[in-house]
């Protein structure tokens, strides 16, 4: 299992934001992770110009978007700017795509939310074929008719991955990406319901076995103060617990909350934690790091003691 780190979902203003993104990814690449994952939250940072700055501050590190939400572009304008990206970046960008919740693309975006899996379906159809030019774009299904030249092409491969979390969702991953990026899943889900199925559906689509990807909290502490970081994991982090494509998966492991997620202790508690991810059948764990505090200097103190605790083990894990 490969060790990397999740970058960019603080908030803060534009200037000082660049600032830490560029010094987040130089300390995970001076580190030896082997990734760093950045989400794309709703009113903040575009997500591909974001992988575009960190790579032009790393030089080995695989920048990976968890994700970016499909409905909002069309899928050659994507594969156009991954494509980009990828060459800026060496040919370190993981494309992690998904059909986000109904919250942000019905409430937020008044996009349509009907059938998500087979929108994806299809979305995918038409980004595969534009991610393996250069050549011709020739696709019609029900949701789009692509007739579209391209003249670029990814000089090394660049792995996709799909938001997948329902039955059907890792059917569409396995058949027709590379793997998934979760967020919300905990070892019993992802060991008796994720692995399985979209193993399975790539084994007879006759695909590599696929990545997954798996998002947790992470929190150095004293064992005694387990329970304050799951509480604030909770307290930050919660508002994803009202998609219902989350509470479903929630329903199949044993986490009841994003607090019991959290891989939180001393360096062995997480290591343990981290264990029992891989014997799921983690191939990638992003790490949220979660700092405790009761103001700015410890919480700032809780990060760094995270950090370097998260740097050793990842020599351990993988």
Known sequence: ???GVMIGAERGDMSRKVKKLIADIEWAD?????TAWMPQVPDDFDLLSMVALMASHSTRIELGTAVVPLQAQHPIALARQ?????????????LGVGPSHHWIIRDMLGLPYDKPAAYTRDYLQVLNAALS??????????????????????ETPMPVLVAALGPVMLQIAGEHADGTSLWMADEKAIGEHIAPKINKAAAEAGKPAPRIVAGIPV??????????????ADRI?????????????????DARTVGDLCAAGDEE????????????GVTDLSVRLLPIGDNRDELVASKYRTRE????LAKQVS
């Open 237 to 253: 982090l919660a508002e994803a617990e009202t998609s219902p494509n989350y509470q479903r998966l929630l329903d199949r492991g």
């Open 219 to 232: 929190t150095l502490c004293a064992n005694s103060e387990i329970e304050e970081a799951k509480a604030r």
């Open 309 to 312: 605790v998260i740097a050793e």
């Open 1 to 3: 299992m490969r060790l």
């Open 82 to 94: 991954a494509l980009s990206v990828h060459a800026i970046s060496g040919g370190r960008l993981a």
């Open 133 to 154: 030019g250069p050549g011709p774009v020739d696709v019609e299904n029900d949701n789009f008719t692509v007739h579209n030249p391209t003249a670029l092409a990814a």
């Open 30 to 34: 001076s580190a030896g992770l082997a």
């Open 269 to 280: 508690s997480i290591l343990k934690r981290f264990k029992a991810f891989a014997d799921a």
